[in-house]
């Protein structure tokens, strides 16, 4: 796993002393917040140091917000108007679409696989559009973005071998 204690640190510009430990755990946090200067600074280290730890981290973090974005009980329909909603994507090379997210997040909600069709990267692509939108979507704050952080990091490492 990336455990960043021998690299250089990023500038930050949040206000929140405790965060992600990893180096994607910090590549994420920076994207959710929309802080792209931050984004490129650990992008480019994980490209340095290998990008292994990052779907592992991505993919738990995105199945947490999922659930406290759409509690059991959620409507369908909530998660059509969610995903249909318009929303600055967070590259003019992502193709947002609508309908895939909406089969991503309803898989990951129990419903029997709808996402056989997609690739690994195209469900990463994905998960990181949406990580970004349903963080905004809640307004969830620095604490418990990092918490969110913390417990994706922690699942990732603990399935390590």
Same mark, same amino acid.
């Given at each position: 796993?990336?455990?960043?204690?021998?690299?250089?640190?990023?500038?930050?510009?949040?206000?929140?002393?405790?965060?992600?430990?990893?180096?994607?755990? *910090?590549?994420?946090?920076?994207?959710?917040?929309?802080?792209?200067?931050?984004?490129?600074?650990?992008?480019?280290?994980?490209?340095?140091?290998?990008?292994?730890?990052?779907?592992?981290?991505?993919?738990?973090?995105?199945?947490?917000?999922?659930?406290?974005?759409?509690?059991?009980?959620?409507?369908?329909?909530?998660?059509?108007?969610?995903?249909?909603?318009?929303?600055?994507?967070?590259?003019?090379?992502?193709?947002?679409?609508?309908?895939?997210?909406?089969?991503?997040?309803?898989?990951?909600?129990?419903?029997?696989?709808?996402?056989?069709?997609?690739?690994?990267?195209?469900?990463?692509?994905?998960?990181?559009?949406?990580?970004?939108?349903?963080?905004?979507?809640?307004?969830?704050?620095?604490?418990?973005?990092?918490?969110?952080?913390? *417990?994706?990091?922690?699942?990732?490492?603990?399935?390590?071998?």
């Amino acid at each position: 796993m990336f455990w960043d204690d021998s690299l250089s640190a990023a500038p930050t510009t949040s206000g929140s002393t405790r965060g992600p430990q990893t180096v994607p755990g *910090k590549m994420l946090r920076a994207i959710a917040r929309r802080d792209f200067v931050e984004f490129r600074h650990w992008r480019s280290v994980m490209h340095r140091v290998g990008n292994d730890g990052l779907g592992p981290i991505l993919t738990s973090a995105f199945r947490s917000v999922v659930v406290r974005r759409f509690p059991p009980g959620t409507d369908r329909r909530d998660i059509i108007r969610f995903a249909m909603q318009p929303r600055q994507p967070l590259s003019s090379t992502v193709n947002l679409n609508p309908l895939e997210a909406e089969a991503y997040i309803r898989t990951i909600l129990g419903e029997p696989d709808l996402i056989g069709d997609l690739s690994g990267r195209r469900l990463s692509d994905l998960a990181m559009q949406y990580f970004v939108f349903i963080v905004e979507d809640m307004g969830l704050g620095d604490e418990e973005l990092d918490s969110i952080l913390a *417990k994706a990091e922690q699942f990732a490492d603990s399935t390590r071998e």
